[in-house]
């Protein structure tokens, strides 16, 4: 039984990673942020550490606790799009800290933490949720702490997915679309079943050469 750990799951697309993939019979462990993310999760049959990934001690703990254990899959999902509005002369700037925080040293602390397991497993792969807001070819200027925070996820994947090649392990940053959750909102053109039924697909056809690349959920790639 292939195992994914996704951080994040309480809710949105990382719930419905939770639920396409334990559905399929994959072992799922979910890190949630509170009580209500964990019931919604182990209702799935998943498993549900309380984590922060903020938080190095308790990034530590979850390591501590899957020692030994194989992760085929490690999506680093979790991420907040901050208080919205901030446009140049408004930025706040202790706002914009904790969306890098999460966004960008969140994953890159639980990938430090877990990328043993990941070797340990078959299929030693790192999926980072990125955004095409966070392609600078693309950027409008809009949602700057947001998109800026997801560009340097991007630079992470691509560094990690360099620095790994050796050891095997794929890492790619994936975009999910514009999807109706409580982040995209309700105008968002994408329901979350499909965004994540596309997200699996990549997730399931790649290979060692697509290390390093930024991919949209339908496959095509998204340029830096």
């Keep these: 039984m292939p195992t994914i750990l996704i951080t994040g799951a309480g809710r949105g697309l990382g719930l419905e990673l939770a639920r396409q993939y334990a559905a399929d019979g994959w072992r799922v462990i979910g890190?949630?942020?509170d009580a209500k993310g964990k019931a919604a999760v182990e209702k799935l049959g998943a498993d549900?550490?309380?984590v922060d990934v903020t938080s190095l001690n308790e990034v530590k703990w979850l390591a501590s606790g899957?020692?030994?254990t194989p992760i085929d899959v490690l999506f680093c999902n979790?991420?907040?799009?901050g208080r919205k509005g901030m446009t140049l002369g408004s930025f706040d700037f202790a706002e914009w800290e904790r969306i890098l925080r999460v966004n960008l040293l969140g994953a890159a602390a639980v990938t430090e933490a877990l990328i043993e397991n990941v070797a340990a497993s078959e299929r030693k792969m790192v999926a980072m949720m990125?955004?095409?807001?966070?392609?600078?070819?693309?950027?409008?200027?809009e949602t700057l702490p947001y998109a800026t925070s997801k560009a340097a996820l991007n630079a992470l994947a691509k560094g990690l997915a360099v620095t790994l090649a050796s050891r095997g392990i794929t890492v790619v940053a994936l975009s999910p679309g514009w999807v109706r959750t409580d982040m995209?909102?309700?105008?968002?053109?994408?329901?979350?079943?499909?965004?994540v039924r596309g997200l699996r697909k990549v997730?399931?056809?790649l290979k060692p050469?697509?290390?390093g690349k930024f991919l949209s959920y339908d496959g095509s790639s998204i340029p830096w």
């Design 31 to 33: 890190t949630v942020r």
């Design 203 to 205: 997730i399931a056809g």
């Design 48 to 50: 549900a550490p309380v």
């Design 66 to 68: 899957l020692k030994g």
């Design 184 to 195: 995209g909102g309700k105008g968002a053109s994408l329901a979350p079943e499909t965004s």
């Design 209 to 211: 050469a697509d290390s």
């Design 78 to 81: 979790a991420g907040i799009t």
């Design 130 to 141: 990125s955004s095409r807001l966070g392609s600078i070819s693309e950027m409008r200027g």
